[in-house]
């Protein structure tokens, strides 16, 4: 298909119009436009052709036969045009609203608090899928996502969530009455950090941990390391809004905080543009919770 072969869809919408009208006029009223460039669409599209479309006799405007032809097989075209629309408009409204978390946030900060945004919003269906791949918005038909970083997605619009704030928490039955001072006070324990995160391990031993005079072990994931801590197998930093709700019951101590990187947090992020009226609520919802 090549659209340089045919009139501009505007001159060709607006012959139909006026077609299907029966008068410039009405075609004007139709698609907001003037009586003139209604005019001004018809003559485009004879000029195109090189044929008389249609002809005024009194005032009433008669289609040629070459004219009512292309009129009802633009009808037909353009009507097609309306339904996919609809059809994807309507599938867009009833789908499932997509959400991508990191496993960790989705199972210590999102699920504990989206039975309240269900209960809010029954006619919102949320699918939530936890992982840490690298994935793109539009490409793998998600709605948004939820990550941690500082907030620079080029392309993607993104709102600050959660801090990304560090704490050193283990169980109260772990730490016993010792005084805590710095890390260093810590190092007979066995700590725990993932392999692929590194930052963590970094960070402590930027402010006092020794880490190659105390006992670590590797553990894959965040989430299976805040699942170890708790059930005192050892002490770990891990981000703050993690473990709200342990060190608020005494579940956690915390032995030590600090701010994590200037901008450094969870983001709601989302594609830029246009946005259906789901992710704006579910997005609202989100940025409630903090």
Not at 158 to 176: E, H, I, M, N, R
Not at 201 to 215: H, I, P, Q, Y
Not at 227 to 240: D, E, L, P, Q
Request: glycine share 8%.
């Amino acid at each position: 298909m090549n659209w340089r072969d045919i009139p501009s869809l505007a001159a060709l919408k607006g012959f139909e119009a006026a077609a299907r009208a029966g008068s410039f006029s009405a075609a004007a009223r139709e698609l907001n436009v003037t009586h003139a460039a209604i005019a001004q669409h018809v003559r485009s599209v004879e000029a195109h052709l090189g044929m008389s479309l249609l002809n005024r006799e009194g005032r009433k405007m008669v289609l040629t036969d070459a004219g009512a032809q292309l009129a009802n097989d633009l009808g037909t075209g353009f009507s097609t045009i309306i339904d996919g629309v609809a059809r994807i408009v309507e599938d867009v409204n009833t789908r499932p609203l997509t959400v991508t978390v990191t496993p960790n946030f989705a199972e210590y900060w999102l699920m504990p608090r989206l039975c309240g945004f269900w209960s809010q919003h029954p006619e919102i269906t949320v699918t939530v899928h936890a992982s840490n791949d690298l994935i793109d918005l539009r490409r793998d038909g998600y709605d948004m996502a939820i990550r941690y970083g500082e907030g620079d997605y080029p392309g993607l619009q993104s709102q600050f969530l959660v801090a990304g704030d560090y704490v050193v928490v283990a169980t109260p039955d772990l730490l016993g009455n010792r005084s805590v001072d710095t890390l260093a006070d810590l190092q007979d324990l066995t700590w725990l950090f993932s392999p692929t995160l590194p930052v963590y391990k970094r960070w402590a031993s930027e402010n006092g941990l020794d880490v190659d005079v105390c006992t670590i072990r590797e553990v894959s994931s965040m989430s299976m390391i805040t699942s170890a801590v708790r059930a005192g197998g050892g002490i770990s930093v891990v981000i703050r809004a993690m473990v709200e709700d342990d060190i608020a019951s005494g579940r956690l101590v915390v032995v030590q905080e600090g701010a994590a990187a200037p901008n450094l947090g969870y983001y709601v992020v989302s594609q830029d543009g246009a946005e259906t009226n789901k992710v704006k609520t579910f997005r609202k919802w989100l940025l409630s919770q903090k």
